[in-house]
C-alpha cells in the first residue's frame, strides 16, 4: 500500500499538468478571431481590412479592466467608459506602448454578458447589436484594429471589446522593444498567444470531467480499491 502510494503522487501530479497543458493549448486566441470576423465582415460590404496592432489589442485589454467586471455599466443608460487621460496614465503603461506614439481612437465595440461563448457568436449577437454597431464596424475611418476578451478572476462576467483607430501600422501604439505585455486574465489579438477559456479568459483553473474521472480511476487503481 506504501509503496503504491509512493508512485501514484507524482503520477497524479504528472497527469494534472498534461490535462493542464492540453487545456491552455485547446483553443486559439479568441480576440485574434474577434479580428477575423471584424476583417471578414468589413470586406464582405466592401470595405478595406484592418491592419491587427497588438499595441492597440493590449489597450483594448485594459479597457476592459478598467471595469472591474461590472457589467451594469456597459451600454444603456448607465453606460461609461474610461476616461480619456487613463490611455496615458494607465493603459499605455501597463501594455509597454510608448505613449508618444497613441493614436485617436476612431471606434469601439464593448459587449458583456455572465457566460462565455464563441467569439463568432459574440461577435454577432454581442457587440453588432444595433445600427450603430454596424456604422461603426464598416467606417472608413478605420486604419487598424484590436480586440480583446476577457472574464473575471474566478469565471465571469465576460467581456468583448473591439477598438478601432486611424493609426500607421509602424508608427502607432508601437510596443517597448516590440514585445507585448501578456497579462491575465484577458488575451488580446496579435499577441500570438494561446487562451482557453478556464485558464487565460478568467485566470483559474479547472480540470474537465473527463480528467477528472480519470484521475480518481488512477487513484483507485493504485491503491488497489
Known sequence: ???????????CILFISASASVQSNVA?????????????????????????NAGLACIALQYIKAYQGDCGVVGGPNAKKPADSEFV???APNCGVEAT???????????CQSSYVKPSVAFSEILMKNE????????????EVGAAVSGSDGG?????????????SNNSFVLEG????????????????????????SGTFHLSPIALTGL??????????
Open 216 to 225: 480518481i480511476a488512477l487513484a483507485y487503481y493504485a491503491l488497489g480499491i
Open 178 to 201: 516590440h514585445v507585448a505585455k501578456i497579462s491575465r486574465p484577458g488575451c488580446f489579438s496579435g499577441a500570438n498567444d494561446d487562451c482557453s477559456g478556464a485558464i487565460a479568459l
Open 28 to 52: 486559439d486566441n479568441p480576440a485574434d478571431q474577434l479580428v477575423a470576423a471584424v476583417n471578414s465582415n468589413r470586406t464582405a460590404s466592401k470595405s478595406s481590412s484592418l491592419y491587427s
Open 101 to 111: 506614439s497613441l493614436t485617436p481612437i476612431t471606434g469601439r465595440l464593448l459587449g
Open 89 to 91: 496614465d494607465t493603459f
Open 156 to 168: 465571469g462576467p465576460y467581456f468583448w471589446c473591439v477598438l478601432f483607430s486611424n493609426g500607421k
Open 1 to 11: 500500500m506504501a509503496s503504491s502510494i509512493i508512485w501514484v503522487l507524482p503520477l
Open 132 to 143: 450603430k454597431s454596424i456604422e461603426i464596424l464598416q467606417s472608413k475611418n478605420h486604419s
